[in-house]
């Protein structure tokens, strides 16, 4: 039964398990950048596939084998001007087409990275590829991913889990603004439109006037999308905070932990613009002193920060404050989607093939610890907006006494699930002191079935009164 539970849990875990999963030879040497060439000409490689209908972006295939979106960049380095099996070169990293074979970094780990030769083909003759366009002109020579126009139809599931519309009875997230400390927020989006104030670029000195509205991998738009979304025509897509205020900041990363550096100063921007809350859409290395203590900071000035539970990998780390809320992710059937070091979940949350906005004006799906942080940070929104005298603490302890699993976690917390899923029709309606009120997030016809209940007994007892005044 162990070990059908970890084939399972293997199959769905987003990034890739560890490289140490997967034999390969330990160095390689510099042939090509990233050393990706062996002595012997092996190579790791992938073939570009299809994502719900759709060829697949570079950044998710980079997400997916190397852990950070970010390094997209790398993959196309390593493969510009191969001509591939339908005779078009790769000119472009906006540009894919499925079939193609993709040389990856030594680093790749998955199910879908390939070791070996390059397999040998006759390149077809190639056929005119219509070029995507940016949705702003690129400020250097990266061309920005565009998600295509299309909606991912139905209610998602985590939108029918989590029941957002029953938690909006004392407001959606107006006046909390949420910093999403990730690669940046496409700020042109109609369903984030008014809301996404121009932020800035932790990777550079804040003070020179950068901005974060602009996004070139998709992945903090996603984040800020699962907070904030306002529902649009022809999906039934929203965010779980529609009403509130993004300011993007934009922080580096390697190998999907956030640069400590950038993330330092994202943190002093986020308590600066005034944040009630900060999610990290990256991996926070807690064994560094510095970010220890910017988070501690930052919660000391009022903002609940969220990130992500570190893998059962990662070597031990600084305990963090309370005002930090440390997110696993789950799926459907409420298996993790990664194996978390025992003791360091907090909550759990929806991380497995959720969805999200796309640059652009289409809908992305994803899966990830970073996409479960994200539905709590729009919690610890929603939670705030409703009670506005709850400090940085007290509105991640809402967040975790009113999970699923804290009023049967026996006093204690699950080392894996922490106090279980997030529950936001229980947070928000919870009563400020005291004992958190139980609240089903299903439907109200549970609340309907009761006020009837109420209502016939209180018939009868008028009815008797009467009988015993005749």
Request: aromatic letters at 4%; hydrophobic letters at 45%.
């Amino acid at each position: 039964m162990l070990l059908c539970w970890l084939g399972l849990l293997a199959s769905t875990m987003v990034p890739a398990v560890p490289a140490a999963a997967v034999p390969a030879p330990t160095t390689a040497p510099p042939d090509l950048p990233g050393g990706a060439v062996a002595p012997n000409g092996f190579v790791k490689y992938v073939v570009v596939g299809a994502a719900q209908g759709r060829v697949e972006h570079l950044w998710e295939v980079a997400l997916r084998v190397l852990g950070d979106a970010e390094r997209y960049l790398e993959i196309f380095a390593l493969n510009k001007g191969r001509v591939q099996p339908d005779g078009v070169p790769v000119t472009d990293p906006a540009v894919l087409r499925r079939g193609w074979l993709l040389v990856v970094p030594w680093d790749a780990v998955g199910a879908e990275v390939s070791y070996g030769p390059l397999p040998v083909f006759t390149p077809a003759s190639p056929t005119a590829s219509r070029r995507p366009r940016p949705t702003v002109p690129p400020a250097s020579e990266v061309v920005c991913t565009v998600a295509p126009g299309r909606r991912i139809g139905g209610v998602p599931w985590a939108q029918l889990r989590l029941t957002p519309e029953v938690a909006w009875t004392r407001g959606r997230g107006a006046n909390v603004t949420v910093a999403v400390l990730d690669s940046g927020v496409d700020g042109a989006l109609p369903a984030l439109d008014g809301r996404v104030r121009p932020g800035a670029d932790a990777t550079v000195d804040p003070t020179d006037g950068s901005r974060g509205d602009r996004d070139c991998t998709g992945h903090g738009t996603a984040m800020a999308g699962i907070v904030a979304a306002s529902r649009q025509r022809g999906t039934d897509f929203v965010g779980l905070a529609p009403e509130a205020t993004i300011v993007p900041v934009r922080i580096g990363r390697s190998a999907g932990t956030a640069d400590s550096a950038s993330l330092v100063t994202a943190l002093r921007v986020a308590t600066a613009a005034g944040a009630g809350v900060a999610l990290i859409g990256a991996s926070v290395d807690t064994t560094d002193k510095r970010v220890v203590a910017a988070l501690r900071t930052a919660v000391a000035r009022g903002t609940t920060v969220v990130v992500a539970a570190r893998a059962a990998t990662a070597p031990a780390g600084t305990t963090l404050p309370e005002g930090v809320l440390r997110v696993g992710a789950v799926g459907p059937d409420d298996r993790l989607a990664e194996v978390y070091r025992s003791g360091e979940v907090d909550v759990v949350a929806p991380g497995v093939d959720v969805v999200s906005l796309g640059i652009g004006s289409g809908e992305v799906q994803g899966t990830g610890t970073d996409y479960a942080v994200a539905f709590v940070a729009g919690l610890v929104a929603l939670v705030r907006a409703s009670e506005p005298r709850l400090d940085a603490v007290a509105a991640a302890a809402r967040v975790r006494a009113t999970a699923d699993g804290a009023s049967t976690a026996a006093g204690r917390p699950d080392p894996w699930y922490g106090w279980g899923m997030i529950n936001p029709a229980a947070a928000v309606n919870a009563t400020l002191a005291g004992p958190a009120t139980t609240v089903e997030r299903r439907s109200p016809a549970g609340a309907i079935a009761v006020l009837a209940t109420i209502l016939t007994l209180a018939t009868l007892t008028v009815g008797l009164r009467r009988r015993r005044r005749h």
